[in-house]
Nanobody
């Protein structure tokens, strides 16, 4: 079993920054791909960023240039640094660990950006 716990969410004004953390515990393998999704009210959950065990990253076009994903394998922790936040970034942000068959999800952390 794997447990994922997100932290770092909060309320900020447009233009501000937040750094989200996702701490993984349980049967963690350094080869696991991890990442972040977000879900705004009334919208589908969307992929924000992913990172492989080797550090290769992928970031959604909607946040490219503003968000950076990183990981510390020694701490089993993934981070999402978000800068120049916009009101449309308001959502619940979820951490995900990819593992067959369904992967694992955290409980989510709320990010609210006011204009």
């Amino acid at each position: 079993q794997v447990q994922l716990v997100e932290s770092g969410g909060g309320s900020v004004q447009a233009g501000g920054s937040l750094k989200l953390s996702c701490a993984a515990s349980g049967s963690i393998f350094s080869t696991d791909r991890m990442g972040w999704y977000r879900q705004a009210p009334g919208k589908q959950r969307e992929l924000v960023a992913t990172i492989t065990s080797g550090g290769s990253t992928s970031v959604a076009d909607s946040v490219k240039g503003r968000c950076t994903i990183s990981r510390d394998n020694a701490k089993n922790t993934v981070y999402l640094q978000m800068n120049s936040l916009k009101p449309e970034d308001t959502a619940v942000y979820y951490c995900k660990l990819w593992r067959a068959p369904y992967g694992y999800w955290g409980q989510g952390t709320q990010v609210t950006v006011s204009s």
